[in-house]
């Protein structure tokens, strides 16, 4: 990890000694994500005190009606979500009762649509109640709503913008310099979700980009599945992100706890 | 050169509208926005590209599309005269090849061979289908099961001109989700795939840009109007607003006037059985500001942001939102937006079918409803245009089911008119 932490928040500097801690057992930081309120609102509970269990950080989505940066798993996760009465006040306040039971940062991914409708002002302030450390916006180009990250920050709230393989230097210089919590790189171009082998050819010369530019570490999502995938990314990341893979073993009713140790130990430098 | 694209004080160079607009959309696509935005800045001015598209709108779709004085209508409605704007005579049945045409033709110049489009009615996908059939490119079509279902005879035209209909069952499968499914396979395909979108929606640059492919149908009716009546701009023009493409195609030419020369500009959203009911597709009436498919604007989204689910008998205007461009004209009152019901609609349609000997397209049938609703309330010496977006084609058998239905319910009060009412009964 190259880059000197200088934490503009309590959200962004719980963010930054997870992945301080993680590298310094030798590991890219673990950040599994599950979308709240799946499989049931009763049963997310459970699956999430089971990644927490081995997270170095939990990414917890909001369930959307038109998640278009998602693939089909988590589409439907957020769908069944919806219709098992999953809100997005609900979701703050499971991550709230989370938050109590656990000391590990939690990150939240949303769409920003739900954003708008609860009012930014009102969503941070919610979210910081509910003891959230960041957001993770995937329709959100920084340059888009500069208030958004503003808000965050005035509640103690880190931010995370994305890069993908095809943005453009200037554009990947611009994304990292925006983000305070940690900087998200996608693997592919493509939507979320796990993959038949490995796509992560563009990985590298990705990341080499962002490190000229980004003051928070650097994480790795899209595609990865298990151990053997998060382990390329691990030699070049500083944090491997997994989500449709738990989704996946949520619903087939698989040990979520059992695949997270798997993912955490490839997760190794 | 016979044919030069409009330019509007409209979007800034951020693509906002106001407030409305912008490019909510992941990182990935940000490059691929900017590629077109560069693309069709250059092409926008280029000889090259505007004779072929010229040369296309005037050979192959047939344009300009005649602006026809609705005489038994306009004796109908007793008072201004109704002038239709016929898209419907366009090639392929609605105004939708206009933009196609023109993207397909963007689509080639910056080498992609790959299209893909979204599709409600099914008259964006076969003008995409058409497009792509006559320029060599290979195409595919996003479309919910529901409106495959209500489209059958577009969904295999489409087929026919060689395009692959995907269907899309997520979410409500219509458009709202064919679009998702749209932008989804763009963000994974983006390298080599133009993504031919249908309506004045989405991210930077689209709505400006289908805008000012459509802009030709509002340019010629300055022409014509100025031909049958002495002056170009008409007392009052009515549109029927899905994301809202053929409406800012006749709005837009008229939009930026001064306020004094302006004509009072109506569009007609769908109400579905009534804003009221909440089983409707009227954003401005019936939404509030949100964001949907990289814009932001009017979108029907409850209290926690997720998308309400449009109702609208028409495929076509089944869409959540409503283009950036008017949301601007209905915040500042360039344009108003009113909501016209299913019931309004089809019986609409059946009268101007009767009247005139035009089957409208269901979509369209909206804006006839209240042309002559205003028509009746204006003195004989003013004009009406109604820009007739489509034509009924695509639409008989679904009409033909509803109608059945209405014949099952008890009596009519009018011989041979089936009350709209009882449709719904
Ligand atoms: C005939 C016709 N009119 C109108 C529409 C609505 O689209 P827009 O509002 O973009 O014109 C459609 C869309 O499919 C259509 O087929």
Known sequence: MTATLTATTPGAARIHAAFARAHAEGRAAFIPFMTAGYPTAQAFAGVADELLEHADLLEVGIPYSDPLGDGPTIQRASEQALAGGTSTRGTLALVKALRARHATPIVIMTYVNPIYAVGPREFMRLAQDAGVDGLILPDLPPDQDLEIADLAAEHGLAVTF???PTSTPARVKLVAEACTGFLYAVSVTGVTGAREGSALAEVPAMLALAREHARVP???????????TARQVAQVAD?????????????????VGALAATIRAGCQK | MALSLPTYPQPDERGRYGRFGGRYVPETLIPALDELQQAYHTARTDPAFLNELDRLLR?????PSSLYLAERLTEHAGGAKIYLKREDQNYTGAHKINNCLAQALLAKRMGKQRVIAETGAGQHGVASATAAALLGLDCVVYMGAEDIRRQALNVFRMKLLGAEVREVTSGTSTLKDATNEAIRDWVTNVRDTFYILGSVVGPH???????DFQSIIGEEVKVQHQALE?????DVIVACVGGGSNAIGIFAPFAYLPEHERPLMIGTEAAGEGVESGRHAASVAGGRIGVLHGAMMYLLNDDEGQIVPPHSISAGLDYPGIGPEHCLYAETGVAQYVPVTDAQALDALQ????????IPALESAHAIHAAVEIAGRMPPEQTVVVNLSGRGDKDVAEVMRLLDLAQTA???DAPGVIRPQEVHA
């Not at chain 1, 650097?218 to 053997?228: C, E, L, N, P, Y």
């Not at chain 1, 944090?239 to 040990?255: E, H, L, T």
């Open chain 1, 239 to 255: 944090g491997v992100v997994v989500g449709s893979a738990f989704i996946n073993a949520a619903r087939q009713g698989q040990s």
């Open chain 1, 218 to 228: 650097v994480a790795v999502g899209f595609g990865v599945k298990d151990a053997d």
């Open chain 2, 59 to 63: 050979d192959f779709v047939g344009r």
């Open chain 2, 351 to 358: 009268l101007l079918t009767r009247l005139e000997g035009i």
């Open chain 2, 205 to 211: 640059p689209y709505p400006a840009m289908v805008r």
């Open chain 2, 410 to 412: 008890p009596a009519q």
């Open chain 2, 230 to 234: 002495g002056r170009e701009v008409p």
């Open chain 1, 162 to 164: 994305l890069i993908a």
